[in-house]
């Protein structure tokens, strides 16, 4: 008999809904030491909630995230609510020493998110951050060629991370999920939404960053907010692109927008080094580009590896080969992950410090935009 783990939800949108499956699956699909339990889940609009929890099969409810936290029969918290809500959930779930998991960004700003690293720490729980893209297989793959040094010394990173839901100037800002554009509760637009994940996933493929410089642009000044029905000023970065330079003395170009017209989720990286090189697209994301420097000239050129072999990462929990998987899945994994991590003891990647690294990238991004010139990032 496994033992259970008691699971709190905070909040009831796009990430709620992700995780819930993912809870509800996990022990389908992977074989971990731990039963998930959907014991409660949270949010302050009490008519979702209800219908929320009724579909997904939570046990119970509450509408505001302190009475859940403080619950004695709550083991794990996961924080799907806006950014501006995170560092105190976190505090208060550090307080009651439970399990986090937490969405990205990790805070609205770098200062916030140290304090929430420091009390997770001194909590001594596990605890992680959802940059679920790490837990795509074919991005997987790219780490183990990197890592068993298949490319040899990287010399370039490339990331693009294109949407293009904010053309219309008739988009409003505020409210269920187009908080995102408004900085007083996102922090900031692309950066932290988008390019948070690319400087995760480069941070991770080839090491710290050292510097960056940036240029950002709000292409749209003022959209209505909702709830307040008059137009106001647009605080966000609509799109950011930055130059950096990672510790190993790679080179690294970072783009994003929301002004990319056709382009729905177009997350792209590129990593070239000195025996080959790899590429990815999520809008492709069950195929690995990898181009083999050391192959025969005859037949040397970039070959698409598809990943939905059982030897390819996570593959051997899912389907029979050809049978790809998708967004559901790569948050199931990145909880698979999770907890077999809880289960040995070991470290998540990447957790509140990992997240605290990219955090302090933004910031820098965002400071060197503002400040017209090169930033130093700081140590996490
Ligand atoms: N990892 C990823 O790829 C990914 C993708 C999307 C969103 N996110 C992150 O997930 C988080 C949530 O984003 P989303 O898209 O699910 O947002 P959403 O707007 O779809 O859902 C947020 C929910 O939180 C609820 N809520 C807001 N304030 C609350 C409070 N104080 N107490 C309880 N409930 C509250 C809202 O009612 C809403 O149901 C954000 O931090 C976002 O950056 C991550």
């Known amino acids: 008999m496994k033992k259970e783990l008691n699971v709190g939800l905070i909040g009831c949108g796009f990430m709620g809904k992700a995780h819930s499956n993912a809870y509800l699956k996990l022990n389908k699909f992977f074989d971990v030491g731990y039963e998930m339990v959907m014991k409660c889940v949270c ?4 008519e979702k909630l209800k219908a929320f929890a009724a579909n997904w099969g939570w046990e119970s409810t509450e509408t505001d995230w302190r009475k859940m936290v403080a619950r004695d029969d709550i083991d794990l918290v996961d924080i799907c609510t806006p950014n501006n809500t995170h560092h105190d959930i976190v505090m208060a779930t550090a307080k009651a020493g439970k399990i986090i998991a937490l969405e990205k960004p990790l805070a609205m700003n770098a200062e916030e998110g140290a304090a929430m690293t420091e009390a997770v720490e001194k909590a001594g ?42 053309i219309s100037p008739d988009v409003p800002q505020g409210g ?17 939404d988008l390019l948070a994940h690319s400087i995760d996933m480069a941070t991770w493929f080839i090491g710290p960053i050292a510097s960056v410089c940036a240029m950002t642009e709000t292409f749209i000044k003022e959209r209505v907010m909702q709830g307040e029905d008059k137009k106001m000023p647009v605080t966000i970065d609509d799109a950011c692109a930055f130059l950096a330079r990672f510790e190993n003395g790679a080179l690294g170009t970072f783009e994003s927008t929301r002004y990319a017209c056709g382009r729905k989720n177009q997350n792209t990286f590129e990593v070239n080094g000195e ?70 003891g070991e470290k998540m990647c990447p957790d509140f410090r990992d997240a605290l690294a990219t955090q302090y990238v933004c910031d820098a991004v965002l400071s060197s935009a503002k400040n017209n010139k090169w930033e130093t990032i700081k140590k996490p």
């Open 43 to 46: 949010d302050s609009n009490e």
């Open 125 to 166: 729980k596990p605890n992680m951050v959802w940059f679920n893209y790490r837990r795509v297989p074919a991005a997987a793959l790219a780490k183990q060629i990197i890592d068993d040094g298949k490319i040899g010394r990287v010399f370039h990173y490339r990331a693009k991370y294109l949407q293009d839901y904010t």
């Open 176 to 192: 269920d999920a187009l908080w995102r554009l408004d900085a007083k509760v996102a922090g900031s637009g692309v950066t932290g």
């Open 275 to 344: 025996k080959g090189s790899v590429a990815f697209d999520l809008e492709t994301a069950h195929e690995l580009e990898y181009f083999d420097h050391g192959d025969p000239v005859s037949v040397r050129g970039w070959r698409t590896i598809q990943t939905w072999d059982s030897k390819h990462p996570y593959m051997k929990n899912w389907w029979v080969p050809g049978c790809g998987i998708g967004y559901e899945h790569w948050h199931i994994n990145t909880l698979a992950d999770f907890i077999s991590g809880i289960e040995k």
